[in-house]
């Protein structure tokens, strides 16, 4: 069974982690896709703001690690990591304020939805405490 795109780009970067310059004849050799795919493919990685450097003909190089280990929060962390996301993206200096709306972005793109009842909750909270 062939794998998926995805399946093919988290394997790219698994490959890049060794720190080593990478063709993308190898690549594809290892993947069994064209040099063309992994050229597609390491564009999309760079779009996603995976940190890939290199070009066609030379090769990729991954010069830091990107991906953090999974993390199961509690209600609570996630709280409180929405209330530090929004307290960073707040700060004077532009530079940190975007880096913070970017991070912020991505992660609040990767938690669930609010469940109805958390609003509702989050609202009896305000009032007693107002």
């Known amino acids: 069974m062939a794998m998926t795109r995805d399946e093919r780009l988290q394997q790219i970067i698994a490959i890049l982690r060794d720190g ?19 050229w597609r493919d390491m564009a999309e990685i760079s779009a996603y703001g995976v940190p890939v450097e290199g070009e066609r003909g030379v090769g990729y190089i991954l010069r ?11 209600d ?5 990591l929405a209330h530090l996301l929004d307290l960073a993206e707040q700060v ?15 992660i609040r793109a990767a938690l ?19």
Do not use: Y
């Open 20 to 38: 080593k310059m990478h063709r993308a004849r190898d690549l594809a050799g290892h993947l069994n896709v064209s040099e063309r795919t992994i």
């Open 64 to 74: 830091r690690a990107v991906a953090l280990p999974a993390l199961v929060l509690t």
């Open 92 to 106: 004077d200096d532009p530079r940190l304020a975007a880096g913070a709306a970017s991070l912020a972005a991505k």
């Open 76 to 80: 609570e962390e996630q709280s409180a």
């Open 112 to 130: 669930p939805p609010p469940r109805p009842q958390d609003a509702a909750e989050g609202l009896a909270g305000d009032k007693a405490n107002g």
